[in-house]
């Protein structure tokens, strides 16, 4: 189980669309499934952009209850590729949307036109559930109680945070980013924290740095890239 959520993670960090099913308002009882983009949250949460005409809009107006499936197909077998169902409950998002929409933007930077829009608000799907299947066999109900919302101790600090890292340690994050992904870039930037690690970017590319254990508070976050700086040391860039 504790390797089915790593992977879980890994592709719910990684992943930048899927299909949203909603329950129909027009069909009543049937689902209903969309294709929509997003972004992760800080806790484990998927938060989505989406005009009020859209239909999985209005469905979840009528109705909160949703899941999204992500997947990451094989080559070969796509029957055997990862899939993760995230079932939850959808509420709109009144608060902070001029911070998230800088989020949000971060990763699709295309969707900045529809900010103008007056009909086009944030989602977020709050997660009671999470089922995973890795391919054949491999296939499990994970730990509710390490999907449901949850706000980070250091949320608030997440821009100082941020700012301290890339004007203090940026060769932590360099060298992390050369340890983990094979990539040498003096220029990368820390963007963006989660639970679970942290987004970087490296020549306009996005990636996610994974840590082994949440991270819920300041003093667990610092640890762990005081642990990640000493133990890729050897990758930094001269």
Known sequence: MIEYEKKAVELLRNCREGVLSTVSKK?????????VTFISGPDRSIIFYASDIAQHTINIKNN???CITL??????????????????DIQKIEDDSDEISEKFIDFFPESAQYSKMHDFNFYKL????????GGFGKIAWLNNNNWKALEPKWLKQEASMIKHMNDDHA????????????????????????????????KGVIY???????????????????TQAKEFRDYELI
Not at 27 to 35: A, I, L, N
Not at 126 to 133: D, L, P, Q, Y
């Open 27 to 35: 069909f009543e009882g049937y689902p209903f499934g969309s294709f």
């Open 64 to 66: 909160s209850k949703a």
């Open 71 to 88: 997947f990451n197909l094989n080559e070969g077998d796509k029957q055997d590729s990862s899939r993760l169902s995230l079932l939850g």
């Open 126 to 133: 709050k997660v009671n559930e999470a089922r995973w299947i």
């Open 171 to 202: 060769n932590s994050i360099i060298s992390t980013l050369h340890a983990k992904k094979g990539l040498k870039d003096k220029d990368a930037k820390m963007i963006r924290l989660t639970i679970d690690g942290y987004y970087v970017l490296s």
């Open 208 to 226: 996610f740095i994974e840590f082994e254990e949440p991270c819920l508070n300041v003093k667990q976050y610092r640890d762990k890239l005081v």
